[in-house]
T-cell receptor
Framework: DQQVKQNSPSLSVQEGRISILNCDYT??????FLWYKKYPAEGPTFLIS?????DKNEDGRFTVFLNKSAKHLSLHIVPSQPGDSAVYFC???????????FGKGTLLTVNP | DGGITQSPKYLFRKEGQNVTLSCEQN?????MYWYRQDPGQGLRLIYY???????QKGDIAEGYSVSREKKESFPLTVTSAQKNPTAFYLC????????????FGDGTRLSIL
């Protein structure tokens, strides 16, 4: 049973445009959500997080939106750059424990 | 520089052998974690430890063992009981308490000869 789902295995955008990566979850106990970026043969790098008391969090070019009623979150990257090309993982946890549950990832390709 | 160091980067194991993957952090984090990643899959939790001398099984602990004798170190042993050990193994750490991001090392790729 996949509790965190990233339904798009891949996404391709043009440099300078917006990239929107989506994530859905099923566990109502999740109240903390994170996005990680991963290059091949490297560990994931933490990008941005959001707790369930907020519906938006912004850090530079990265913004995460949370829609609790829909159990949906998204990561917006504006403007997209070729260096953003990587696999992006969505993850979630319940504050009652330390465990993160990851989606399967979305491969973002930003074309020059 | 503060960070998480995993060694070695690549590891080969013969069938029937146990092998230990190293993970060291100098971030002064209380919690440490081991994940496994398979091609096209997300990260799956093997074991985690919130404090020294204590650890809990994750979702796929069978065939693995860990120890947490020091705050900085959380080695993972892949035993011969693990039927499909070929994977990319990632170690992470985080501060104590909920709602803390986990920070990852660069991983160890284990292959069976």
């Amino acid at each position: 049973d996949q509790q965190v789902k990233q339904n798009s295995p891949s996404l391709s955008v043009q440099e300078g445009r917006i990239s929107i990566l989506n994530c859905d979850y099923t566990n109502s106990m999740f109240d903390y959500f994170l996005w990680y970026k991963k290059y091949p043969a490297e560990g994931p790098t933490f990008l941005i997080s959001i707790s369930s008391i907020k519906d938006k969090n912004e850090d530079g070019r990265f913004t995460v939106f949370l829609n609790k009623s829909a159990k949906h979150l998204s990561l917006h990257i504006v403007p997209s750059q070729p260096g953003d090309s990587a696999v992006y993982f969505c993850a979630a946890s319940a504050s009652s424990n330390y465990k993160l549950t990851f989606g399967k990832g979305t491969l973002l390709t930003v074309n020059p | 520089d503060g960070g998480i160091t995993q060694s070695p980067k690549y590891l080969f194991r013969k069938e029937g052998q146990n092998v230990t993957l190293s993970c060291e952090q100098n971030l002064n984090h209380d919690a440490m974690y081991w994940y496994r990643q398979d091609p096209g899959q997300g990260l799956r939790l093997i074991y985690y430890s919130q404090i020294v001398n204590d650890f809990q099984k994750g979702d796929i602990a069978e065939g693995y063992s860990v120890s947490r004798e020091k705050k900085e170190s959380f080695p993972l042993t892949v035993t011969s009981a693990q039927k499909n050990p070929t994977a990319f193994y990632l170690c992470a750490s985080s501060m104590k308490g909920g709602n803390q991001p986990q920070h990852f090392g660069d991983g160890t790729r284990l292959s069976i000869l």
